[in-house]
């Protein structure tokens, strides 16, 4: 009835396997290539970010109140050469009618 013809055209269940092992395996390794893609960009983003804007985390100290504050969000006043850190208005208002008002 068939002959040859139809043997050659149903695929065996060993060739099915191999076939979906290989399509396994190629999936696998795109969807690898594109997380390591998709983290690489991102590193490079977050790199870009770490260079474009640095984070200063040295505390300094209220002359005031000796309270410790980030060097970045402190509130500076420039008297007789040397600079003051306060960690707020009311501070720096002290030290400034404590001082005289130099």
């Not at 980030?70 to 850190?85: F, V």
Request: proline letters at 4%; glycine letters at 4%; aromatic letters at 6%.
């Amino acid at each position: 009835m068939c002959g040859s013809d139809c043997r050659r055209s149903a695929m065996s269940p060993q060739r099915l396997l191999v076939l979906a092992l290989l399509l396994y395996i190629a999936w696998r390794l795109i969807r690898n290539l594109i997380r390591e893609k998709i983290a690489d960009e991102a590193e490079k983003h977050h790199n870009k970010e770490a260079q474009s804007d640095p984070v200063e985390d040295v505390l300094v100290e209220d002359p005031v109140c000796h309270t410790l504050v980030p060097k970045h969000q402190a509130l500076r006043l420039r008297q007789d050469g040397k600079t003051y850190y306060f960690c707020s208005d009311e501070c720096c208002d002290k030290f400034t009618e404590n001082s005289g008002g130099n």
